[in-house]
């Protein structure tokens, strides 16, 4: 009976460790260009690798000193699944509930990434959004 209720308090302290991104704070580009000229570079770079990759999450820290993941979900049945997205930024998991899009950069503190719907073929037609994750709720890690 110990034992298990070491268990259940070891899962309540780790879950308590995630913090959760407030997507209704994120800032939208309806236009690549309008993007910062670095994260451009890079997503451009992403969407070329998508094209040869299609099954890859990709990921990238323009800040070296940022070590920066996707961590991979849990394989639940499709009914079952939720629509969370997760990331490693040095040692602090992030939780982003909504289903969003590959690839993901993350520079100057923030999280960018695209439009549910881009892929290799059209991603200069559509939205990006950028998080700020500085400025992110229940934030009280330094990102770097």
Not at 37 to 66: H, P
Not at 96 to 104: A, H, T, V
Request: glycine share 2%; hydrophobic share 35%; net charge positive.
């Amino acid at each position: 009976m110990k034992k298990l209720i070491m268990f259940i308090v070891a899962i309540f302290v780790s879950c308590n460790n995630v913090i959760t991104i407030d997507q209704s704070v994120k800032k939208k580009y309806d236009d690549f260009n309008k993007l910062p000229d670095t994260v451009k570079y890079f997503m451009k770079e992403l969407f070329e690798k998508k094209r040869v990759y299609n099954d890859s999450i990709l990921t990238y820290s323009i800040d070296k000193n940022v070590d920066f993941e996707y961590l991979k979900k849990k394989q639940k049945p499709w009914i079952f699944e939720e629509f969370n997205t997760q990331f490693k930024i040095n040692n602090q998991i992030y939780k982003i509930s909504g289903n969003i899009k590959d690839p993901y950069i993350f520079y100057d503190g923030k999280l960018f990434f695209p439009d549910l719907y881009a892929h290799y073929y059209n991603y200069l037609e559509k939205n990006f959004y950028s998080i700020n994750l500085k400025n992110t709720r229940n934030n009280k890690k330094k990102l770097y």
